[in-house]
């Protein structure tokens, strides 16, 4: 039986494939909403440093805590 924090891990790791595939096909990471101009960023909270950190999160929850706590 899952509980509702494996849900959420479920979804937090689809959601994160979904953005690795759209990678892929884009050739670069989407930071920014859609209606701007495609920019390199790699800030913490909006850019690559922090889908990078969220990947490791999602990889090891036990190894990496959240910079908010």
């Given at each position: 039986?899952?509980?509702?924090?494996?849900?959420?891990?479920?979804?937090?790791?689809?959601?994160?494939?979904?953005?690795?595939?759209?990678?892929?096909?884009?050739?670069?990471?989407l930071?920014?909403?859609?209606?701007?101009?495609?920019?390199?960023?790699?800030?913490?909270?909006?850019?690559?440093?922090?889908?990078?950190?969220?990947?490791?999160?999602?990889?090891?929850?036990?190894?990496?805590?959240?910079?908010?706590?």
């Amino acid at each position: 039986m899952k509980t509702k924090n494996d849900c959420l891990v479920e979804a937090a790791q689809n959601r994160m494939a979904a953005v690795i595939e759209r990678a892929d096909r884009n050739g670069y990471y989407l930071c920014l909403p859609k209606t701007m101009n495609p920019i390199f960023s790699p800030s913490l909270f909006y850019g690559v440093a922090g889908i990078g950190y969220e990947m490791l999160r999602l990889a090891a929850p036990d190894r990496i805590e959240s910079v908010l706590l």
